[in-house]
């Protein structure tokens, strides 16, 4: 058991990538808790997390969410070990659609959330802590007929983030990395599929074959190994990277 007696929390855990890796977490030995808004998403999670999970209810894109996690973290009253800033919305739009609502929303979940609950939550983070800030492939690398400079500019901000605090917090024995993962096969992924026309899904399911080396996209399980890693002590010495988990994608 790799986080044997370490106490982990996984913002976005209730489905996708984030609860493959609060399972992975769980079956490596550690105390986890998911923040989501949906109870019954929480609910069901629990349910597949055999019970073996703290769920905590909250919007990210607000400060009372932000602050009621923080609290709920403080008030078990032991550090926390692990913090996986995962909950992200990706609206792959036409620049020239982006809604003020919209570019709001992105900021406020994807950075905002990141920056404050990191920041709220460091008390509670002490020698050895490992901060994993779920990026994307997007930050870097874009698809043709793919529009993503919202998105792409939000986990852009991600990495700077992730960087910048590897240098304020490595000092402190805190260790702050991204995985930046390829296409995952979540309801994220579907939701900006699906509503492509018919001519448009294929063309990207043909991009994504002969893209990826590795010949396939991603499932949440295939992010969450590295994840265990980077919240592991096998990771000691890593902080500050950006790592990729995509199957080759972007070694092209
Ligand atoms: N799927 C991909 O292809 C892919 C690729 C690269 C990077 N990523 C990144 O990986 C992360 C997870 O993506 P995913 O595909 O697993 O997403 P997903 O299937 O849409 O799951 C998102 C999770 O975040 C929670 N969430 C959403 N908005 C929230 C909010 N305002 N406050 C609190 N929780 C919130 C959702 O629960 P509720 O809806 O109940 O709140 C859910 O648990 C994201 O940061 C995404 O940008 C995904």
Do not use: C
Request: charged content about 20%; aromatic content about 6%; hydrophobic content about 45%.
């Amino acid at each position: 058991m790799r986080l044997r007696g370490k106490r982990a929390l996984v913002t976005g855990g209730s489905e996708g990538i984030g609860l493959a890796i609060a399972e992975a977490f769980a079956e490596e030995g550690a105390a986890v808790a998911i923040v989501g808004r949906d109870a019954g998403k929480l609910a069901s999670a629990r349910t597949k997390l055999a019970g073996r999970a703290e769920t905590i209810q909250a919007d990210l894109t607000t400060s009372e969410g932000i602050d009621k996690v923080a609290t709920v973290v403080a008030a078990a009253g032991r550090p926390l070990d692990v913090l996986v800033n995962n909950a992200g919305v990706a609206f792959l739009v036409p620049f020239e659609t982006v809604t003020d609502e919209q570019y709001r929303n992105s900021f406020a979940l994807n950075v905002t959330a990141v920056f404050f609950l990191t920041q709220k939550l460091l008390p509670q983070l002490g020698p050895g802590a490992s901060v994993i800030n779920i990026s994307s492939y997007f930050a870097g690398k874009m698809i043709p007929k793919r529009p993503s400079s919202l998105y792409s500019l939000s986990k852009g901000a991600l990495n700077s983030l992730t960087k910048s605090l590897a240098f304020e917090l490595g000092p402190r024995g805190i260790r702050v990395n991204a995985i930046a993962p390829g296409t995952i096969d979540t309801a994220m992924r579907r939701r900006s599929v699906d509503n492509l026309p018919d001519a448009a899904k294929a063309e990207l399911k043909a991009y994504v074959e002969r893209s990826y080396p590795l010949g396939r996209i991603g499932q949440a399980a295939d992010v969450a190994g590295m994840a265990v890693h980077l919240a592991s002590d096998e990771s000691a010495w890593t902080s500050g990277a950006i790592l990729a988990v995509d199957g080759g994608y972007t070694a092209g």
